[in-house]
């Protein structure tokens, strides 16, 4: 710790989480003071509006260290916990939805020409289609 860095026990309330600004995941927000402090791995598993006791380093950059984190028992509720909430379902959500829509499944990638040709088969084609496609997985000739 340098002589213009100075460490107290402060409150912060967990706020949930945030999509990253760089897309790539989420970040968790706490408040203190009306002031957002951004962490890359929660301080403690907890739910919108619990309230945490913290030893808390302000750098001299302005930016907060934070550590020793427990839990007060105390909980924050109203109108602003709830937005706090509604934050946190959607990030969490868009987070869900980024994952699965950049997952790349090899599987379904191999099956695309055999999609291809089922679609543009008849009935009877598919039928055919499928029983050999069946016959080709389930033997070696």
Known sequence: MTTNETTTTERITY??????RDGT?????????GEELHFK???????????LEVEMTTLENGSHKVGNATYTGERTLGAVTERH?????????ANE??????K??????????IRDAY???????RAALL?????KITTYS
């Open 119 to 125: 679609m543009a088969a008849t009935p009877v084609e």
């Open 41 to 51: 791995r929660a301080l403690l598993p907890a739910t919108v509006g619990a309230t």
């Open 104 to 113: 790349h499944d090899p599987l379904l990638e191999a099956l695309e020409p």
């Open 131 to 135: 029983t050999n496609v069946i016959r």
């Open 25 to 33: 995941g989420l970040t968790y927000v706490y408040m203190h003071e």
């Open 15 to 20: 706020a949930g989480r945030r999509t990253r």
């Open 85 to 93: 909430a509604a934050l946190d379902a959607a990030a969490n959500g």
């Open 97 to 102: 939805a980024r994952k699965h829509a950049t």
